[in-house]
């Protein structure tokens, strides 16, 4: 398909045929008989450009675009006009309409018009996108810690997918971070400013499932008193986020699949039908495709919440980032339990590298905390595929480069004194971990 296409005209047989024609030529294309449906169905992010025809009755052509324009002023509309029209859209053009055609409709004009329009469309889009990455990266980096190859790679493709409107699945270990990761594509894309919503499928008792999701109305059970507003609805506008997905009994699986596809859901008890527009953002640590295949999880709905995958990488695949992240969690338990955050001495940070982290991220969070009480004199537990002393000495390595770069604010020539090394040895070390000098650069410089 070239692009989504909305066209509004009142007239029937017009409408039919230009959506027809815009169809062949292999546009996705949705009508509508009346500017105002249309508007209801718009939004900031859509992708796509505006056809419609001056005059209609109730709401025209003029009001649809001054409408669109509050909306979103980089939003291309398209007005198609009568002959005798042509000041009318000439004042169209001057209040921000894209171009217009007059009728009757020359479809190579049509369509060389929407190409054009389509183009920009995508470009503007695209621009928002890269503003909004390089306006969220720092405080992103301050939320997802670490400098690892795969943390980075995480934070980048997480930018990339916060301002799309697409549902994300989620796949990582126990403690690798979901939820954190979830909120962040709500925070920084365009429903950041409505709820977010989470409900983990693994802590709800299964005939309680129901009335989680859609919620009823007094007395549709027993000990049904009052309305209550279940999770799908609370999250319209917004984001829910399912954590354990996979835990979803598959009767309830069969009635999110609905809603996700008609966007509409009735509560318990009624038979009155509610609009909801919601992103799906879920979790999972096994693979549903091995669900689906074993037939716990229904094949329709994983491919309805699994538009984009992201995998959160656990703590040990990360191994770089540990000392990072001890320093950050001991510092905030310092602050917590107002005790001071003292550094680990080399024999602890040796144990904090080799350690496997089962409970990755929230494990630990967890040994911070105990170190800052003073609770961590015995060592961390010996754990199955311990890393090679080279491994350990790589870590070891780039987290002293790290601290060095840290205390000197990116000043290379104090950090060759720190660490006693000649630049080209410095530079080249760097260069090995993936290291730049501009990530400790100080505010002031």
Known sequence: M????????DEAVIRQAVGEWLQLSGYAVTLFDNARDCLASLDADFAGVLISDLRMP??????LLQAVRAMDAELPLIMVTGHGDVPQAVEAMRLGAYD???????????????GRALEKRRLVQENRRLRAQVEHGDVLESRLLGVSPAIRTLRRQLLALAQTPVNVLLRGETG???EMVARCLHDFGPRAKKPFVALNCAAIPEHL???ELFGHESGAFTGAQGKRVGKLEHADGGTLFLDEIESMPLAQQVKLLRVLQEQRLERLGSNQSIAIDLRVIAATKPDLREEVRAGRFREDLFYRLNVAELHLPALRERREDVALLFAH????????????????????????????????VRELANAAERHV????????PATAGEPSLAELMEAYEAQCLRLALARSGGEIKTAMNLLQLPRRTLNEKMQRHGLARGEFLRDEE
């Open 2 to 9: 070239r692009g989504p296409v909305i066209l509004v005209d």
């Open 58 to 63: 109730g709401m025209d052509g003029m009001a």
């Open 100 to 114: 217009f055609i007059e009728k009757p409709v020359d479809p190579e004009r049509l369509l060389e018009t929407l």
């Open 176 to 178: 690798s971070g979901k």
């Open 209 to 211: 499932f129901e009335t």
């Open 329 to 360: 969690f001991a510092r905030e338990a310092a602050s917590r339990l107002g005790r001071e955050a003292t550094a680990p001495t080399p024999l602890h940070l040796a144990q904090l590298l080799s350690h496997d982290w089962p409970g990755n």
């Open 373 to 380: 009480l003073g609770l961590d004199e015995s060592p961390l």
